[in-house]
C-alpha cells in the first residue's frame, strides 16, 4: 500500500513492543486413541478350526519307524527323482528323526517315556530298519546323518524286558560290519560309519565277529590314512576293539600273536608318523598292563626284537613318546624271568641306559612315575649278565 508522496505505508502496530521476543506458537501433539477390536466369535472359532487342520499329524513310536521307512526306501530307490520332490522327502526324513530322537532322549522339561521308548525299539529292529539306515546314509546330508547316528547310538543300549535288543538283533546280522568297516575307505562317509561302528561293538558278539574277520588286519592301513580325521577315527575304533570286551580280546591275542604284534610292531611303533607312533605305544602299553593280558604280556616282553623297539623309542626327539615307551620298557626289565640275551643287551647297555633314565621326566609331578623310575634303574644297575659272550653285545646293533 503506498501513501501520497509513491511511499510504501507500513501497517501500524496495535502493540509498541518491538524490543520483546516473539515466541513461535506451541504445537500440541494429538494423541490417537487405539483402538481394539475384538473379531467377532465366528471368525476366532473358524481360526482355531483351521489351525487344527494344518497341525502336524503327531505319530505313534510305530507309525514314525513305518513313515521313516518309507521314505528311505523312496531315497534308496528314487535317485533320478526330480530336486523339488527329494528336497521333499528329505525334509519329511528330518522331522521323522527328531521326533524318534526326542522319544528316546526326551525333552528339556520331561524325560523319556520308557513305554515309547519300548515300542520305537521293537519296532525299529523288527523291521530291520537300522540295515536301512546303514545303507542310506550316504545318500543323506550331514546333519541328518548325525541326528541318525544319535538315534542308532540310543537304540543299541535301550533294554525291553531287561533284553539288549540290538544284540540279539545283530547276532543273526552280523554282515552289517561288512558294510560299516570298509567305510574308512571312503573318506565321506568314514566318521559316520566309525562312529556307528564303534557303538556296534559295545556288544561282545561284534567285536567277537570283527576280531576273527579279515576287517582288523586291514585297520592297520586305516590307521595310517594320510587323512588326519580318518585315521584318528580309525585308531578310536581299533583301541575299542582291543580295549572293551577282556576276554574276548585275551583270546584273540592267544590266538594270533604273531602276526599281530608283527604287524603292530611294523606298522605302529615304527611308523614315521608321529601321530600314529605315539597312539601306538600308548595303545600297547595299555594292552600290557591289563591283568586280562598278563600271559600276552610275558610272551611280548620275552623278545629281543620288541625290546629293541622299545629301545629305540625311548631316543625319540618328542618326549611324550619317550615316556609312554618306558611305560612298556619297564616291563622287560622287571621280567623274573628274562631271557638270557634280554639281560646281556640290557648290561651292555647299562650306562647308556642310566643316563636317559636319569635324564626322564614326567610331563607333570607323578610319584607313581618317579618310584617305577627308581625301580628301574635300581634293577639295571644291579643286572649281571650270565651269558659268556656278553662282551661282545656292547657293540650290538641296538642304538640307545
Known amino acids: ?96 528323526i527328531s521326533q524318534m530322537r526326542t522319544i528316546l532322549y526326551g525333552e528339556a522339561d520331561a524325560e523319556p517315556n520308557p513305554d515309547a521308548c519300548s515300542q520305537l525299539t521293537q519296532e525299529f529292529f523288527k523291521e530291520d530298519m537300522f540295515r536301512l539306515f546303514v545303507t542310506c546314509i550316504p ?17 543299541q543300549r535301550q533294554q525291553v524286558k531287561s533284553r539288549i535288543i540290538a544284540s540279539e538283533y545283530f547276532e543273526n546280522n552280523m554282515d552289517i560290519m561288512d558294510i560299516l568297516i570298509p567305510g574308512y ?19 561282545q558278539c561284534v567285536a567277537k565277529y570283527v576280531l576273527e574277520s579279515e576287517h582288523i588286519r586291514k585297520f592297520f592301513d586305516y590307521i595310517q590314512n594320510p587323512i588326519f580325521y580318518v585315521a584318528s577315527d580309525a585308531s578310536a575304533t581299533f583301541r575299542k576293539l582291543l580295549t572293551r570286551h577282556k576276554s574276548t580280546v585275551a583270546g584273540f591275542f592267544t590266538k594270533n600273536f604273531d602276526w599281530f604284534f608283527k604287524e603292530y610292531n611294523m606298522k605302529l611303533l615304527e611308523s614315521t608318523n608321529y601321530i600314529t607312533k605315539r597312539q601306538g605305544v600308548k595303545l600297547l602299553g595299555d594292552i600290557l598292563l591289563d591283568n586280562s593280558n598278563s600271559a600276552v604280556m610275558v610272551q611280548y616282553v620275552s623278545s629281543l626284537d620288541n625290546m629293541r623297539i622299545l629301545m629305540n623309542l625311548l631316543r625319540d626327539p618328542n618326549k611324550a613318546i619317550q615316556r609312554d615307551a618306558f611305560d612298556v620298557f619297564k616291563l622287560f626289565v622287571a621280567n623274573k624271568n628274562k631271557p638270557p640275551e634280554i639281560t646281556s643287551v640290557l648290561v651292555a647297555n647299562r650306562t647308556k641306559l642310566l643316563r636317559f633314565l636319569d635324564d626322564l621326566k614326567p610331563e607333570k609331578a607323578n610319584e607313581g612315575f618317579e618310584e617305577d623310575k627308581a625301580e628301574i634303574t635300581r634293577q639295571i644297575s644291579i643286572l649281571e649278565s650270565s651269558d659268556p659272550s656278553s662282551s661282545e653285545t656292547e657293540n650290538c646293533d641296538i642304538e640307545c
Do not use: W
Open 139 to 155: 545318500k543323506l546330508n550331514s546333519g541328518l546323518r548325525q541326528c541318525a547316528t544319535h538315534v542308532l547310538a540310543n537304540l
Open 1 to 96: 500500500m503506498t501513501n501520497k508522496t509513491g511511499t510504501e505505508r507500513r501497517p501500524a502496530l496495535l502493540f509498541q513492543c518491538s524490543n520483546l521476543p516473539i515466541s513461535p506458537p506451541r504445537c500440541v501433539p494429538f494423541k490417537k486413541k487405539k483402538v481394539i477390536r475384538t473379531p467377532p466369535k465366528f471368525v476366532t472359532t473358524h481360526l482355531k478350526i483351521m489351525k487344527g487342520l494344518f497341525k502336524p499329524k503327531i505319530r505313534s513310536p510305530v507309525e514314525l519307524v513305518r513313515y521313516a521307512q518309507e521314505l528311505l526306501l523312496f531315497i534308496d530307490r528314487n535317485e533320478e527323482v526330480r530336486e523339488q520332490k527329494r528336497a521333499e522327502k528329505i525334509s519329511e526324513l528330518n522331522k521323522t
Open 185 to 203: 575307505e571312503d573318506s565321506d562317509i568314514a566318521i559316520t560309519y566309525g562312529s556307528i561302528a564303534r557303538e556296534c561293538i559295545r556288544h
